[in-house]
């Protein structure tokens, strides 16, 4: 399913000062890896860093369904109640929080309430949010695996709707390098993942 930018794309389901997890309202409907979400309001602003697909009900595990089909597609035909028994869910980082008419990078002084609406940002709201790098440094602070594929992601998803991409990502790898400059194979890493 494709995500359109400014699109509701799920709730809230756990929410802390530094990250929330959400479900989507559509299977398979998350935005992808790297993505800024805009969450209730005030807004809060996170990135996708983690999606992942399981049962609604824990105690009911999945099984296969398709060893005499083809393709998936026929798998959801021939099981029209997997869609009712599935869910989509994804984590993001919060990174920044409206004050006012403005955005301030950081954690917001509450987290965001349990069931606010989360949107996936549109190109303005994005290209706005990277005017300044200060977000940055709440994602290198996280400890999860996937954190840098992720910086990595937004980086090459915000560089497509800045008005100066080239200018945009010279000052993104300067951040990363001052940021990392004690750990030069993740900034390599990072870097790397940016720019395929």
């Known amino acids: 399913m494709d995500i359109i930018a400014g699109q509701r794309v799920g709730e809230v389901m756990v929410s802390h000062s ?3 997890e959400a479900q989507c309202y559509d299977l398979h409907g998350a935005p992808p890896l790297g993505a800024l979400l805009r969450i209730g309001s005030p807004p809060a602003y996170a990135v996708v860093r ?3 697909h399981e049962a609604l009900d824990p105690s009911r595990p999945l099984t296969p ?4 089909l083809e393709t998936e597609e026929e798998i959801y035909a021939a099981n029209p109640q ?5 869910t989509t869910r994804f984590a993001g980082l919060v990174v920044g929080f409206g004050a006012g008419p403005t955005v301030r990078f950081g954690l917001p002084p509450q987290p965001p309430n349990l069931h606010a609406f989360v949107f996936a940002c549109d190109s303005d709201e994005t290209a706005a949010f990277t005017n300044d790098l200060g977000w940055m440094r709440l994602l290198l602070t996280d400890g999860s695996p996937a954190v840098d594929s992720a910086l990595a992601g937004f980086l090459r998803r915000s560089a497509a709707v800045v008005a100066d991409r080239q200018g945009f990502l010279l000052r993104a790898g300067r951040t990363l390098a001052a940021e990392l400059s004690r750990d030069p194979q993740r900034l390599q890493a990072i870097l790397r993942e940016t720019t395929t």
């Not at 369904?65 to 005499?68: C, L, M, T, Y």
């Not at 997997?82 to 599935?86: E, G, K, P």
């Open 65 to 68: 369904r398709g060893r005499n």
């Open 50 to 52: 983690e999606i992942w």
């Open 18 to 20: 530094q990250r929330i």
């Open 82 to 86: 997997l869609s009712a028994m599935l």
